[in-house]
């Protein structure tokens, strides 16, 4: 049975489906104003390795991803462009689009956008009104009571009176208490607005996961799922909304996935330190950053680096090299322990860097067989082939993905040639700058007398 680790009551927990053999499950996806960065492609690859197990499970999986197309880091980035915001973020949902179709993941069965969803959340708003959840102030804004939900912590583990004395938010004088948020923000010039009962404006962030997530999967559905950057205030505000709005229980399980970090740091546009996945796949092939992300458990943090890139491209070109040259087209695999033990651990709440293990164990005893049993090493093939895919690896042809590797490594040594010629004509700029390039993409240049040679970090 799988079990998922459940951050609102902190264990694991058996998936009881609400309907039989069916699960639903919504993602908090990407705000899109500018290029996925490594963090973004994290969310991606964990949630989509969880939707292939539970549909290999047998379940059929309605996944919902959705955009935020609108909000304040949008408009400002669409000013600051002189571009209308509609360009700006069919652009980059464009760019979002192709950088999860490099890394493999398939595509949510929905992505709905906040945009075309103005109607529905505008509903939400006048049923929280109702429900005495919510309130107008002197602005014109709509904000919700955070002191009307009394479950308002519960996910994030926070209590109000806390958050109060830590001047966690900023003070906002209209509102009735410093904790309450705005669902529906009167129009600024020159900003985006729609028109409502309480007058032209936009919705706040928070409103849009609500209502978006209750209209495709009803008011109650099985999984909702995001970065631990979102548990507070964003899902804590979704939950207060959606039950809210509905006097419904919202979600059975919540799973967060832990950060990517640089120096300690969570990797975030707002500090400035992260890489976007299209700087990352001009060094490595894109299943490699696939390959890194599953090296962590989903909740644990998982730090980038150059050489823990270079320590996954060299991983999966084992994989890939126990592949090579045999006949992996459906062949049974007469040692069931393999399977069995996958299954296990991926029934423990998706436990990847075990998975990534077995799929070593599997390459170890091909080797093995080569040499002794082809027919078995054919068909241990076959069961790593089945089991990689299952997490969406391996599924290349070896000699494709191996050929990439070596022409990387005949690259590197076209490098260290033109260095050498450089040095010979005392261009030192030109020598420095490719030995700098080569130690970017974890390389280090060991020179002796007689030759230069080379070796990843």
């Given at each position: 049975?799988?079990?998922?680790?459940?951050?609102?009551?902190?264990?694991?927990?058996?998936?009881?489906?609400?309907?039989?053999?069916?699960?639903?499950?919504?993602?908090?996806?990407?705000?899109?104003?500018?290029?996925?960065?490594?963090?973004?492609?994290?969310?991606?690859?964990?949630?989509?390795?969880?939707?292939?197990?539970?549909?290999?499970?047998?379940?059929?999986?309605?996944?919902?991803?959705?955009?935020?197309?609108?909000?304040?880091?949008?408009?400002?980035?669409?000013?600051?462009?002189?571009?209308?915001?509609n360009e700006l973020t069919n652009r980059f949902i464009q760019a979002m689009l192709e950088d999860s179709d490099a890394l493999g993941v398939i595509r949510p069965d929905t992505q709905p956008r906040a945009t075309k969803f103005i109607p529905e959340i505008i509903a939400m708003i006048q049923d929280l009104l109702d429900n005495k959840h919510a309130y107008i102030t002197d602005s014109g804004d709509v904000c919700y009571s955070v002191k009307s939900f009394a479950n308002y912590g519960n996910l994030s583990g926070k209590k109000i009176e806390?958050?109060?004395?830590?001047?966690?938010?900023?003070?906002?004088?209209?509102?009735?208490?410093?904790?309450?948020?705005?669902?529906?923000?009167?129009?600024?010039?020159?900003?985006?607005?729609?028109?409502?009962?309480?007058?032209?404006?936009?919705?706040?962030?928070?409103?849009?996961?609500?209502?978006?997530?209750?209209?495709?999967?009803?008011?109650?559905?099985?999984?909702?799922?995001?970065?631990?950057?979102?548990?507070?205030?964003?899902?804590?505000?979704?939950?207060?909304?959606?039950?809210?709005?509905?006097?419904?229980?919202?979600?059975?399980?919540?799973?967060?996935?832990?950060?990517?970090?640089?120096?300690?740091?969570?990797?975030?546009?707002?500090?400035?330190?992260?890489?976007?996945?299209?700087?990352?796949?001009?060094?490595?092939?894109?299943?490699?950053?696939?390959?890194?992300?599953?090296?962590?458990?989903?909740?644990?943090?998982?730090?980038?680096?150059?050489?823990?890139?270079?320590?996954?491209?060299?991983?999966?070109?084992?994989?890939?090299?126990?592949?090579?040259?045999?006949?992996?087209?459906?062949?049974?695999?007469?040692?069931?322990?393999?399977?069995?033990?996958?299954?296990?651990?991926?029934?423990?709440?998706?436990?990847?860097?075990?998975?990534?293990?077995?799929?070593?164990?599997?390459?170890?005893?091909?080797?093995?067989?080569?040499?002794?049993?082809?027919?078995?090493?054919?068909?241990?093939?076959?069961?790593?082939?089945?089991?990689?895919?299952?997490?969406?690896?391996?599924?290349?042809?070896?000699?494709?993905?191996?050929?990439?590797?070596?022409?990387?490594?005949?690259?590197?040594?076209?490098?260290?040639?033109?260095?050498?010629?450089?040095?010979?004509?005392?261009?030192?700029?030109?020598?420095?700058?490719?030995?700098?390039?080569?130690?970017?993409?974890?390389?280090?240049?060991?020179?002796?007398?007689?030759?230069?040679?080379?070796?990843?970090?």
């Open positions: 049975m799988l079990n998922i680790y459940n951050t609102l009551t902190r264990k694991k927990q058996p998936l009881t489906p609400i309907k039989p053999n069916e699960v639903s499950i919504y993602v908090c996806g990407m705000t899109v104003y500018d290029y996925c960065h490594v963090g973004h492609a994290r969310v991606m690859v964990v949630f989509d390795v969880a939707v292939r197990y539970l549909r290999y499970l047998g379940f059929k999986v309605n996944y919902i991803s959705n955009i935020t197309d609108i909000d304040d880091k949008i408009i400002q980035r669409a000013n600051e462009n002189g571009e209308d915001f806390e958050l109060r004395a830590g001047e966690r938010v900023n003070i906002d004088e209209s509102k009735e208490n410093s904790l309450d948020f705005v669902l529906w923000k009167m129009a600024k010039l020159n900003e985006p607005s729609w028109d409502s009962p309480w007058g032209t404006g936009r919705p706040g962030w928070h409103i849009e996961c609500s209502a978006m997530s209750t209209v495709c999967l009803g008011n109650h559905f099985d999984i909702h799922g995001g970065g631990m950057d979102l548990q507070f205030p964003h899902h804590e505000n979704e939950i207060a909304q959606s039950e809210g709005a509905t006097e419904e229980k919202f979600v059975n399980i919540w799973m967060h996935n832990g950060f990517v970090r640089i120096n300690d740091e969570k990797m975030s546009k707002s500090l400035g330190n992260f890489f976007t996945v299209r700087e990352v796949l001009k060094k490595y092939q894109p299943e490699v950053l696939r390959y890194f992300i599953l090296t962590s458990h989903y909740r644990s943090p998982l730090n980038y680096s150059d050489a823990d890139l270079n320590a996954a491209k060299q991983a999966l070109t084992r994989l890939y090299t126990a592949l090579r040259n045999l006949d992996t087209d459906n062949k049974s695999c007469p040692d069931d322990s393999y399977k069995q033990r996958f299954t296990a651990v991926m029934d423990d709440d998706f436990n990847s860097p075990e998975v990534l293990a077995i799929l070593f164990e599997l390459s170890h005893s091909i080797n093995k067989a080569r040499t002794d049993d082809l027919p078995l090493a054919t068909q241990l093939a076959s069961e790593l082939k089945r089991l990689g895919g299952i997490v969406g690896l391996l599924q290349a042809d070896p000699e494709i993905y191996l050929q990439g590797i070596e022409q990387d490594s005949a690259s590197i040594e076209q490098l260290i040639v033109d260095r050498k010629t450089a040095r010979q004509q005392r261009n030192w700029a030109e020598a420095d700058r490719i030995r700098d390039e080569l130690q970017q993409q974890g390389i280090v240049l060991e020179d002796n007398p007689s030759s230069t040679t080379w070796r990843k970090i």
